[in-house]
């Protein structure tokens, strides 16, 4: 359970702390760091940091209580405490977008990429979180045209990530989706305000934004094994665009 209790973002101390409070219910820091095994000197510091957590609140009186908020409680007030710093997080990024070290790193880049071929962009993205967050990408860059081909076990699992790349945008590109069978009542729901779809025999799992970018995805393993290559070869995803409408038009 202890270890458990690290899920909640708890070290050791404070999660050995919080779960004698539990026990007792009310407390003083002296009886709980001899339930816990926390030293005396770390107790207090522990408590406290739970306490700004939300985790225990601390009586009026002398010597000093504490009692445990109930576990629903503490959830409740770590989701919202998480939301919070997110929401802080996000808005010192955005800032970041017009700052002058923004410009200067967009200097950079431009600079850097002088002289390189379109053809020689090509890379290898691995683990699920970096694959969608470009795939999100090339969605939302993207200026009239999307092409998506994948097994439809993939799309019912990952439609919200279309869906997601999709929302706030001002201008939305044409989407077409080509899958091996009909999709989940849910994925479905997601994407045919977006999308047109179509079903054909097989297929294989790649994304084509403007006719400029490609992104191919292996066969999905787990989260952390998964990978895709991303191209920026002219040839190689014309090629890849007329196997599309091929099997499109065929459908």
């Not at 305000?193 to 079903?199: F, G, H, R, S, Y």
Request: net charge positive; glycine share 4%; charged share 25%.
């Amino acid at each position: 359970m202890l270890g458990k209790l690290k899920e909640f973002g708890l070290n050791s101390y404070e999660a050995k702390t919080w779960a004698a409070l539990l026990l007792k219910g009310t407390a003083t820091a002296g009886s709980l760091s001899e339930i816990a095994g926390v030293p005396r000197s770390r107790c207090y510091d522990v408590l406290e940091s739970l306490e700004k957590r939300g985790f225990i609140i601390a009586k009026i009186g002398r010597p000093i209580k504490y009692i445990a908020v109930s576990p629903e409680q503490a959830i409740e007030r770590l989701k919202e405490q998480l939301r919070k710093n997110s929401e802080e997080q996000i808005a010192m990024i955005d800032e970041m977008k017009n700052a002058e070290i923004m410009h200067e790193l967009n200097k950079l880049h431009t600079s850097g990429m002088e002289g390189i071929k379109p053809e020689e962009l090509t890379g290898v993205l691995r683990h699920e979180k970096n694959i969608y967050n470009h795939l999100s990408s090339m969605i939302r860059t993207s200026v009239n045209e999307v092409l998506i081909s994948s097994d439809a076990n993939s799309l019912n699992e990952k439609s919200y990530f279309i869906k997601d790349a999709m929302k706030n945008l001002e201008k939305k590109p044409k989407i077409r989706i080509l899958t091996d069978a009909p999709l989940s009542k849910e994925a479905m729901a997601l994407l045919k305000p977006l999308a047109e779809i179509k079903t054909v025999s097989t297929v294989s799992k790649f994304c084509i934004t403007d006719k400029a970018a490609a992104l191919f995805l292996t066969q999905h393993v787990d989260a952390m094994n998964e990978s895709a290559i991303w191209v920026n070869s002219a040839h190689m995803v014309k090629g890849l665009h007329d196997l599309f409408e091929a099997k499109w038009m065929s459908s």
